[in-house]
């Protein structure tokens, strides 16, 4: 009986593996390495300097909320202030937070339950353990894309579309985010896949994401894409929360829009009109603050800011052994 000739599996093209922009350093040794892209645009626009591939499509994720948000505003809700900010939100569900969904839900005839976010917890850990112990679980409501949902909902009823499939990538309202999505970027979406939140998710490259937020920052007076940007850097408490670095940045810094999401990709403009974005391969969502440390100081940045985002450290028992490092 002769032997089955073995199957060999023939490997499919790889590509060129992404540089390493951050370290983990454990007790003086180096146990991991995180890899991917970043990029950097320069007053004008024009790319000033990146590492890896920044033309290939990616997922921006909750970066995407700026864009989300100018729809809403382009379809004809009046929304300012903090309504807006919490609009393209990605909040820690902090009470000043939820207090808000609530309000703006009733503002509008709607209800948590119209929501199509998934149940969650707060996204900030210390506020999931508060939440927990209180004896409260899970909700929709609290999920940190509640306030986007919410602006959705409000901007459909407004304009008499459906309710029920306001996530539909071929509902009116998905058709205008993704219309802006290509009109900011100066690209168009490769690819349409769906965001944790349940939302049609709209993919960039990381130089069309920088590009985007340029675009924000730069825009007129007036416009949707200011309304947003000046929303979100006059209350960047509801972008994000009282312990985010988004918050921190935009406290420090006036004037810089900045905003994270999952996956570990970062976004963030600078009022000079210079702009950056980057993702880390593995999604370790941990890397961001010490590679957007790094980033900002080479841009010439120098603020006490930069020292609070980039101190991400190791423990040992109840004792710092090391910490995160950007490398490049």
Known sequence: MTSPTPIVATPSPQAPASPVLAEVVRSGFVEGRHRGSLVVLAADGSVEWSLGDVAAPVFPRSTNKPMQAAAVLRAGLDLAGERLALTAASHSGEPFHLD??????????????????????????????????????????????????????????????????????????????????????????????????????????????????????????????????????????????????DTWLMRALPGTLSKMGAEAVQALALPDGRALAFKIDDGATRTLGPILARVLRRMGIDDPVLARIEDVPLLGGAARVGEIRAVF
């Open 100 to 245: 808000l969904v609530r309000t703006m839900l009733a503002e509008y005839g709607l209800t948590a339950e119209q929501l199509q976010t998934p149940p969650d917890l707060p996204l900030d850990p210390a506020e999931a353990e508060i939440y927990l112990a209180s004896g409260l679980v899970r909700d929709p409501l609290t999920m940190n894309c509640s306030g986007k949902h919410t602006a959705m909902l409000a901007a459909s009823a407004l304009n008499g579309w459906s309710l029920d499939s306001y996530l539909d990538p071929e509902h009116p309202l998905q058709q205008l985010i993704l219309t802006g999505v290509q009109e900011a970027s100066g690209e168009d979406v490769a690819h349409i896949g769906t965001d944790g939140c349940g939302a049609p998710l709209m993919s960039l490259s990381l130089t069309g994401l920088a590009r985007a937020f340029r675009y924000f920052v730069g825009a007129a007076p007036g416009t949707p894409e200011r309304r947003v940007a000046d929303a979100m850097r006059a209350h960047p408490e509801y972008v994000a929360g009282t312990r985010r670095p």
